[in-house]
């Protein structure tokens, strides 16, 4: 269980088609937030922007089953959209609750990979926190059981990174990118203030089976310094 023995990742993206290009910034806001939901519930309930996101994609991903997601954040500098640090999205995990997002199933499991997932995600008004991909070929040491996988990788693919054995690419706006289960990336910290829409469609993931079509109505936002105020 785990990665109890060293990885070797193809870290890598293929940028896609463009979506939602005559859709003003300040439309965001207004835009449905999905949590694990098929095409066709997304596409009937969405916005503007999650219609544009859907319709962008390439047609063999239509006519398959797909899990989506989107959130929709209000950001100011120095906010997170997300957890930060380097990490790879829906590596198999313990069995969960329908319903419930992967990562509560514990660590991921390198060692026992079930499926291997696929993803594109795009981003609306990126300019204020855009998603960064570490890029190229790389191994991952061994990780000892009961430690955290993540917060020893993060510190691998930073010292690549500074190496230049990974490429680190920012996600520009309103552009589609594929990416699987090797790609690393991160949520970056805010440099403006402004809204922002992040939109993914999953697929060759145990999520199909245990779709909720749920639209949600909250979103967080994480701190590095909590306590510094406005």
Known sequence: MGASTTKHFKS??????????????????????????????????????TKSFLD??????????????????????????????????????????????FITGGQPDYDNMRYQSEHILGLVNAEVC????????????????????????????EELIEDNILEKHQCDDRTLYYFDWQTFHTGTKAISNGWRW????????DRINK??????VNCQVYLEFPMEGW
């Open 211 to 216: 779709v909720t079509n749920e639209i949600r």
């Open 130 to 157: 855009p998603t960064e991909f570490a890029l190229g070929n790389c191994l991952m040491p061994a990780i000892k059981n009961g430690e955290l996988i993540y917060r020893q990788w993060h510190k691998e693919v």
């Open 56 to 101: 962008s994609l390439p047609e063999d991903w239509k006519n398959q089953p797909l899990v989506f997601d989107s959130r929709v954040h209000m950001l100011m500098p120095g906010w997170f959209p997300a957890i930060p640090g380097w990490h790879h999205d829906d590596v198999p995990r313990a069995e969960i609750p329908t319903g419930q997002h």
């Open 12 to 49: 890598r993206i293929e940028k896609l088609n463009n979506f939602a290009e005559t859709i003003p910034n300040d439309k965001i806001k207004k835009e449905p937030m999905f949590f694990n939901c098929d095409f066709q519930y997304a596409y009937e309930n969405g916005g503007k922007i």
């Open 198 to 205: 992040f939109g993914r469609v999953s697929r060759n993931t």
